[in-house]
């Protein structure tokens, strides 16, 4: 694996207004995030719903527009380039709204050929088929609709569309929430096979920690629109750092009664602050169970440093030492 990212995002911030855009009060879903994916890899953005996963997402296919930093494909910047747009595709989180019910299936996927100018007639309808086969759908399904398909059928469909435009990364933006378990780990297995055949780079955008452990190799937390801490998955899953890192793979599902009783001692209570009017110092410390006078008053900022495993970095004044990580 390469150890020069593909793409890097710097400081990427974006505020909108709740309760409309002149009136509404200003909040901040995303601010001063950082995050940089190898060829081949992928990395998994995890957090509560409401910590800016998804409109982080958005900004890196260009759906939406950082306030502030930029977002770099291979060194050079991608807003405008129309060319390396192209590099950066997502899937979509719905598989049912994300497919145009008055379409078939061959316009649907043959869509980014065409704005591209990939591929016309013949030439056109065979790289349909050949998306179709690469996903695991039967080609003679191009003359179809989506409401012919189930849902993991229809996710399949939006990753042929994802691949038609020959992309270098995928954004997926939790594209198995919506679907049955044994369907989930269908596509999580597409989408590893897909990786290792293509040698793609995934971003991949969840809050289900054993799919996350299952398909990514490095780990961004989200809390509040801040990242709070990043590094390989065995690190930030199995021995988190951050206070709101080890709540959160509190909060997953252990068979094990010795193990859930430790982690429910150290599960999270209370809700998120109101992102319109966000705690002062860390945004977590009203929920922190190490929380000092120092959290209250200063925000922290993440120190990141390389590892032979990638980035590594840790906002937090006080990190979880070694007696107080969960094991898996």
């Known amino acids: 694996m390469s150890a020069e990212p593909i793409l890097e995002a ?8 709740a309760g409309g855009a002149v009136f ?13 994916v190898r060829p081949g890899e992928t990395l998994a953005v995890v957090g509560e719903s409401g910590c800016g996963k998804s409109t982080l997402a958005r900004m890196l296919v260009g759906l939406e527009t950082p306030d502030e930093g930029e977002i770099l494909f291979k060194g050079a910047p991608i807003r405008r380039d129309r060319a390396l747009r192209r ?6 989180q719905d ?20 704005v591209h100018g990939l591929a016309k007639g013949a030439a056109r309808t065979a790289r349909v088929e050949e998306l179709l086969t690469a996903v695991g759908l039967d080609p003679a399904a191009s003359s179809r609709f989506p409401h012919e398909f189930s849902g993991g059928q229809r996710q399949r469909i939006g990753i042929a569309r994802a691949l038609a435009a020959e992309p270098s990364i995928l954004v997926c933006d939790e594209p198995v929430s919506a679907l049955d378990v044994s369907v989930q780990a269908q596509v999580v297995n597409l989408l590893i096979g897909l990786q290792q055949r293509l040698g793609i780079a995934i971003i ?3 809050h289900d920690l054993a799919v ?12 509040l629109g801040r990242a709070v801490e990043e590094g390989s998955a065995e690190q930030v899953l199995v021995t988190p750092s951050h206070p709101y890192t080890v709540a959160l793979r509190s ?6 009664p010795a193990r859930a009783r430790l982690a429910r001692g150290k599960a999270t209570r209370g809700e998120p602050p109101n992102p319109v009017n966000p705690p002062p110092g860390c945004r977590f410390n009203p929920r922190c169970p190490r929380v000092t006078e120092q959290c209250r008053q200063q925000e922290p900022v993440m120190h990141k440093h390389a590892t032979a495993s990638g980035i590594t970095g840790v906002a937090c ?3 979880m030492g070694e007696s107080d990580k969960i094991s898996a």
């Open 87 to 92: 590099q950066v595709q997502m899937v979509f």
């Open 24 to 36: 509404g009060k200003p909040f901040q879903a995303v601010k001063d995030v950082s995050l940089a």
């Open 212 to 223: 996350v452990r299952a398909i990514s190799q490095r780990v961004m937390v989200m809390y």
């Open 251 to 256: 909060s997953a599902l252990e068979p094990d």
């Open 317 to 319: 004044y006080h990190p």
């Open 204 to 206: 991949f955008i969840a």
């Open 95 to 114: 598989p049912y709204l994300s497919l145009n019910p008055r379409r078939t299936v061959l316009d649907i996927v043959a869509e980014p050929l065409d």
């Open 10 to 17: 710097r400081g990427l911030s974006k505020t909108f207004r």
